[in-house]
């Protein structure tokens, strides 16, 4: 089975997809997915359909939800084995791929794809590899990780309650990976390429203070030093405004050493941990 859930959801047995077009099952389809190998309790998948106001006949209603994929998965499970033995189908029913298991329902990927996982494998290479000094490989494994997003996660179901925090949970994921690469861009010269992505997310995340320190950071190494300072103001202002915050003490030095900066400054120091303090400035790249 291959699942992917970051974007649309798009879940396959066979190559034949098993995603129906009803909002419910589409929602217990998807939540099962994101937790594939792994009980999804039937309390959870109750509380993602109908929040904190289940019907009486909830669990009847969910297991007509179950019924209905369970069809849908036999029907791709069929057609694999009109395909031959080498269709992958290895002779499961549909009871096999959805179980149910006390307490709960398991989705089985049996060895299939998950873009859930396959972020969470590559984040994790270039997490190390930034870890080790390795930028160019840093860059590059995430850069990789990113690209098996194709929207938010989820993007065309219905969410309730547990698909939401699974969303959050994500999305924070995406964002984490996305600083590091842009951090590890920023730590191999290319400040320039990155200003116009940055551009853009300190638009959509405006109290995000590392983003905002990259993007002074590309814009000064730009040689657009005004910019630099007019966009730690900006965050000041927001911050301020939306949180009653000051720009953190990291932010702060920041600013000062843009002001301070000389025509052409000092190499990069070696690359901190992830959570240090990132990037240090270089003017004239």
């Not at 904190?52 to 057609?79: C, F, H, K, N, W």
């Not at 840093?138 to 990780?145: D, E, M, P």
């Not at 997310?201 to 320190?213: C, G, M, P």
């Amino acid at each position: 089975m291959d699942i992917e859930v970051l974007g649309a959801l798009d879940v396959r047995e066979n190559g034949v997809s098993v995603a129906p077009t009803a909002p419910k099952p589409r929602q217990v389809l998807a939540l099962l997915a994101v937790h594939a190998d792994r009980v999804v309790p039937v309390a959870s998948l109750i509380e993602e359909l109908w929040s904190a106001r289940p019907p009486r006949s909830a669990r009847t209603t969910l297991q007509t939800y179950v019924l209905q994929l369970r069809e849908l998965i036999g029907q791709a499970l069929a057609r694999g084995a009109a395909d031959g033995p080498g269709s992958g189908s290895g002779g499961r029913s549909a009871k096999d791929v959805l179980v149910t298991l006390p307490g709960g329902y398991l989705l089985a990927a049996s060895g299939g794809t998950s873009d859930v996982r396959e972020f969470d494998r590559l984040a994790g290479l270039g997490y190390r590899a930034m870890d080790a000094g390795d930028f160019a490989g840093a860059s590059r494994t995430l850069g990789a990780a990113l690209d098996l997003w194709s929207g938010s996660a989820f993007a065309d179901v219905q969410t309730g309650a547990q698909l939401t925090m699974e969303a959050r949970r994500l999305e924070e994921s995406r964002l984490c990976a996305l600083d590091q690469r842009i951090e590890a861009d920023l730590r191999l010269g290319r400040h320039r390429e990155v200003l116009a992505e940055l551009t853009v997310l300190t638009s959509r995340y405006r109290n995000h203070e590392n983003l905002h320190a990259q993007f002074m950071i590309a814009l000064h190494r730009s040689g657009r030093r005004g910019e630099a300072l007019n966009a730690y103001t900006h965050l000041r202002t927001t911050l301020s405004r939306d949180l009653g915050l000051e720009p953190s003490p990291r932010l702060r030095r920041l600013q000062h050493s843009i002001l301070m900066a000389a025509p052409e400054g000092p190499p990069d120091p070696p690359v901190p941990a992830r959570a240090a303090t990132g990037p240090q400035i270089t003017a004239g790249r």
